[in-house]
Nanobody, 125 residues
């Protein structure tokens, strides 16, 4: 069983930066990578970014491509999302989860499990 803990959220002005962390404990064996999703008030949870354990391939939503960078530190069992040029529409609760389904689809919730508790990101204008 994998436990995930997010951190790094907060309040930032538009144009600013934040780095989110997701620390994993327990067995990640049998999972294929980690993804970040976000949920804004009144909206469904949406994919943000993901990284494959093997080879480090990355995947991004079009809305964050070029502004967010996902990376991993294998020694620390931690995945990061560096968020730059933040916009007010990036305001949401951000969640990390491990990819448990072996497939080419990295973009939908159903591929993931062991969700963290979430961390709030608020971008002010």
């Amino acid at each position: 069983q994998v436990q995930l803990v997010e951190s790094g959220g907060g309040l930032v002005q538009a144009g600013g930066s934040l780095r989110l962390s997701c620390a994993a404990s327990g067995r990640t064996f049998g999972t294929y990578g980690m993804g970040w999703f976000r949920q804004a008030p009144g909206k469904e949870r949406e994919f943000v970014a993901a990284i494959r354990w093997s080879g480090g391939s990355t995947f991004y939503a079009d809305s964050v491509k070029g502004r967010f960078t996902i990376s991993r530190d294998n020694a620390k069992n931690t995945v990061y999302v560096q968020m730059s040029s933040l916009k007010t529409e990036d305001t949401a609760v951000y969640y990390c989860a491990v990819k448990k389904v072996y497939s080419v689809n990295w973009y939908t919730e159903a591929q993931y499990g062991s969700w963290g508790q979430g961390t709030q990101v608020t971008v002010s204008s």
